[in-house]
């Protein structure tokens, strides 16, 4: 549950800071970033790579790219006018 909110709130962070067509980047972008620390796991003596918490952390990814294309993309510039002093 952890890995699929992590990843899910890496991507739909990355998701509200750049435009719109590079959703599917940022999809790519954060599911190589967990296979890299999954696989670089396997190197340590104390943690293993486990294919569970991969499809966790592409649950998390998969879900962020359907809220960000339901418009959930906008959160920084929503946040932006909300912070923007009035005159």
């Known amino acids: 549950m952890w890995h699929a909110i992590s990843y899910g709130a ?7 800071v750049y435009a719109r067509d590079r959703v599917w980047a940022i999809g790519i972008a954060a599911f190589c970033l967990g296979l890299l620390l ?3 796991q396997s190197f340590t003596e104390t943690r293993y790579a486990e294919i569970a918490d991969l499809m ?4 998390g990814i998969i879900a962020a ?3 960000a294309r339901m418009g959930a993309d906008r959160w920084c ?9 009035t005159s």
């Open 10 to 16: 890496l991507t739909l962070w990355f998701c509200g």
């Open 38 to 40: 999954e696989v670089s």
């Open 56 to 59: 966790a952390n592409l649950s």
């Open 65 to 67: 790219l359907f809220m």
């Open 77 to 85: 510039a929503m946040v932006e006018s909300a912070l923007r002093p």
